[in-house]
């Protein structure tokens, strides 16, 4: 079984790299706007922000550690908050270009894909018959020939450059069964150490449907893999979103919610910010008579190095 949860991590993915401007006029795409709703989003209730960059003068994906530098220093300053800075990047980023805001800013955790797989974002185009951007379609149309790649080899260079070299933890993400399998191999090896910090991940088109037995399924594998070795979180796409981090509260596990992960507060509903979406999700915590964690009690729940470490 995971280790006992005495207190929910609520993790918000502020912008990511799926969903396009085009989609939503509240997906925070600027500097300015990164910062703005990562503070608010912590304010709500956030223990852990994970973050993306994005180009400030089209909202494209960017790798950019300059970037990067534009709001990590603000988001620190005025908040407690955790900040995790992704290693998946964006759809056609080289391994290389992944790490490159990770690697630059020592965060004290980052994200790791545990495997590669395919990433259809393709879908999308049929429910939008104009783009803001050139870039959009063709980002989303390519998904259709694309297979994110996170082979072991790059796993073992982000856990010797990033793990090793800068002291960060990782949220690692698991899209598919043998994604846990992939954890529990570099485990047995000793390249990760406990408490692992376990995001399974639900609705993505490539990997493991959203369908409630596989939230069962995947929990039961991971407890049989790990054991108490690690904190349990559940992350779903779209709609899927609420209802399965509600699920893995009541299963004794922590949420995470955000525009990276959904545009929506409900049913045709545009979320106005992730503030909102941690608000709800918080909301129905407290209903359960859950209490939610604060920046602190994460740090020590994941054996954090402290904010006072990073590099920004």
């Known amino acids: 079984m995971a280790a006992k949860r005495d207190k929910v991590i609520i993790t918000c993915a502020v912008t990511g790299s799926i969903h396009t401007p085009t989609m939503t006029p509240h997906l925070p795409i600027t500097p300015d706007e990164i910062a703005r709703a990562s503070i608010e989003a912590a304010e709500a209730g956030a223990a852990i922000i994970h973050l993306h960059a994005r180009d400030p003068e089209n909202g494209r994906p960017t790798p950019s550690p300059d970037v990067f530098m534009q709001f990590l220093p603000r988001i620190k300053q ?13 759809h056609g980023m080289t391994v290389e270009e992944r790490m490159a805001g990770a690697l630059h800013a020592k965060p004290e955790m980052a994200t790791c894909n545990m495997g590669s797989i395919n990433f259809g974002l393709y ?35 982000m856990m010797k450059r990033l793990g090793e070299g800068c002291g960060t ?15 529990a ?33 995947m929990k039961r594998i ?8 690690y904190y349990w979180s559940v992350l779903a796409a779209g709609r899927h979103q609420l209802p399965f981090v509600t699920m893995s509260a009541i299963m004794g596990g922590n949420v995470r919610v955000g525009l990276e992960d959904s545009i929506y507060l409900g049913k045709g509903q545009l979320a106005p910010s992730n503030a909102a979406q941690v608000a709800r999700i918080r909301a ?29």
């Open 169 to 183: 933890r990782f949220e690692f993400e698991c899209y598919d069964v043998g994604h846990l399998y992939n954890l």
């Open 78 to 90: 005025a908040s407690d908050a955790v900040l995790n800075i992704t290693t998946g990047g964006g």
């Open 123 to 157: 879908p999308m185009l049929d429910r939008y018959k104009t783009f803001k951007h050139d870039w959009e379609p063709k980002h989303l149309e390519a998904s259709r020939d694309f297979v994110f790649s996170n082979t072991f080899k790059s796993i073992e260079t």
């Open 222 to 229: 991971a407890d049989k893999l790990f054991g108490d070795q």
């Open 185 to 217: 191999h570099f485990l047995d090896r000793k390249i990760v150490r406990p408490p692992l910090f376990v995001q399974t991940i639900f609705g993505i088109l490539g990997g493991i449907g959203a369908d409630t037995e596989n939230v069962t399924h």
């Open 284 to 312: 129905i915590l407290e209903n359960l008579s859950l209490e939610v964690a604060t920046p602190g009690e994460a740090r020590a729940m994941l054996d954090l190095k402290g904010g006072d470490q990073v590099a920004f």
